[in-house]
């Protein structure tokens, strides 16, 4: 796609952090946007920050577990743009559980998949066959994670688990898409940047808005447990300055993905590359996956 002004992008979970920075970036580019989020006052607040800013935008309130919600998202940018270009599936979180994976509650466990997973294969199924009856150039792109999309961090298996879901999903789709000659691709969207650091998003509140029918005796506190605070302690006692990476740098490589029809959107670094070829060289040699052990001390 690389005409993007004029175009209609639609991202989940557009209320803060990345999908924030994606909306502002999309409209940067001239795109007509939809703010879709499970909270009311965070679409608000971006629909207005953007309105602003002099671009043209949409607010939708979603709960991106139920099919019926992303139709209705569907429809109501159908109602307001007439059609819809970019999807970005961009909602997810943290479920913040901890210790052992066997120990670990299975709510936590559905409500990750929901969302994280399914939230995905919701919006393709919404979306996709509208875009390919538009018979126009469209793009989606799916948010994953390194965690998972190349190699896991042991001691957060649930998120691995759904991100590494992900990461197939989207590589059986753009096989799928190629195959019939499509003029909608698909991309993976890494939340890396140039500039090393953490990126300050939603997934530092692990619980924040977790509804009834995901709930549990030791789930975090609804308003989401304040676990930046806890790493900054941990950074502050080992003498670790906390450094938070530009989210502007993720918008730039979804807006790559998009225009160029880049499958891996990610910059490239060899810390990464050394994960990958350390997981391929264990898969060859069926070997230990070591690497695991290295990367996510699991004691202390």
Known sequence: MEELAGRVA??????????RELV??????????????????????????LTDAGYEAHGVTVDVTSLESVEQMRDATLERFGKVHVLCNNA???AGAQGALWEQHLNDWRWMFD?????????????????????????????????G???????????????ASVTTITECLW????????????????PSTRTPGLLNTGIWRPGANRPERYDHPDAPPKEGRDALTMLEERMDAAGVELVWAPLEEVAELAVQAVRDG???????REEQAEKIRARAESQIARSDPDYLLEATPLTG
């Open 10 to 19: 639609v991202v989940t979970g557009a209320g803060q952090g990345i999908g």
């Open 24 to 49: 502002l970036r999309f409209g940067a580019e001239g795109m007509k946007l939809v703010v879709a989020d499970i909270r009311d006052d965070l679409v608000e607040a971006v629909v207005g920050e």
């Open 92 to 94: 997810g979180l943290g």
């Open 115 to 147: 969302v994280n997973v399914l939230g995905v294969v919701n919006g393709i199924h919404a979306f996709l066959p509208t875009m390919l009856a538009q018979d126009e150039e469209g793009h989606v792109l799916n948010t994953t994670s390194g965690n």
């Open 149 to 163: 999309g190349f190699t896991p961090l042991a001691n957060s298996p649930i998120y691995a688990a759904t991100k």
């Open 175 to 190: 096989a799928q898409l190629k195959s019939q000659g499509a003029k909608v691709g698909a991309s993976l969207l890494y």
């Open 262 to 268: 880049v499958f891996w959107a990610t910059w490239p």
